[in-house]
């Protein structure tokens, strides 16, 4: 079995040698790596995008806003995911996010997995009927296992979840009524003891 570390290497000089910056490589390599800890296909997807690179159109997004048309290219993963994550703190603002039409969407994930971390919320996704929600950037929960190829998504929904506990207020006070039996309280022996604490000169 390969290591996460040669994955991240062999992506980055891949990405590198198809004419990515060396910063973009970089970028792709950790991504990739994010993809494979959490059991998704990232290399093989990774492969299959740098394959058709080249041979494909694709539209560079740069600036990111609510709503995203492709005009009728499809959008690059890559060039998106990267400017999502530079572009986070401004797209708060918005409650959702869309895109049409993009190429190998996989790769796109890992960059919302980082922005979920960078703006401190968790993210829902909704990539055609498969659903995502990161959760900064630990861990990745989804309706979609499947160690395949997908080479591209119709509609892309994102949408910032608020920092809601999942607990309300009469269970907090339970339970801190609970908690505070853990507590002694202190005896006149304690007391006692404590008093002179620190006021001995040994000089």
């Known amino acids: 079995m390969r290591s996460l570390s040669e994955i991240d290497t062999i992506s980055k000089r891949a990405s590198r040698a198809k004419g990515f910056s060396w910063g973009t490589s970089e970028e792709i390599g950790k991504c990739i790596r994010l993809l494979e800890l959490f059991g998704l296909s990232g290399f093989k997807n990774l492969n299959k995008y740098l394959q058709v690179y080249n041979l494909n159109e694709f539209k560079l997004?740069?600036?990111?806003?609510?709503?995203?048309?492709?005009?009728?290219?499809?959008?690059?993963?890559i060039s998106s995911g990267i400017n999502f994550l530079d572009q986070i703190k401004n797209l708060e603002k918005h409650q959702s996010i869309e895109f049409n039409k993009m190429a190998y969407p996989l790769l796109f994930l890992p960059f919302l997995s980082r922005s979920s971390e960078a703006l401190g919320k968790k993210?829902?996704?909704?990539?055609?009927?498969?659903?995502?929600?990161?959760?900064?950037?630990?861990?990745?929960?989804?309706?979609?296992?499947?160690?395949?190829?997908?080479?591209?998504?119709?509609?892309?929904?994102i949408t910032f979840l608020p920092n809601d506990n999942t607990?309300?207020?009469?269970?907090?006070?339970?339970?801190?009524?609970?908690?505070?039996?853990?507590?002694?309280e202190e005896s006149e022996e304690l007391k006692e003891k404590s008093a002179g604490a620190g006021l001995i000169d040994n000089d």
Not at 132 to 157: C, D, G, P, T
Not at 167 to 175: G, N, R, S, V
Request: proline content about 1%; hydrophobic content about 35%.
């Open 61 to 77: 997004t740069k600036l990111i806003e609510k709503n995203n048309n492709s005009d009728g290219k499809i959008h690059c993963p």
């Open 123 to 157: 993210i829902f996704v909704k990539l055609d009927e498969k659903q995502f929600i990161f959760n900064f950037n630990q861990s990745i929960f989804s309706n979609y296992s499947k160690n395949e190829i997908w080479e591209s998504a119709n509609y892309i929904l």
């Open 167 to 184: 607990f309300d207020e009469k269970e907090w006070t339970e339970m801190t009524k609970l908690a505070n039996e853990t507590f002694v």
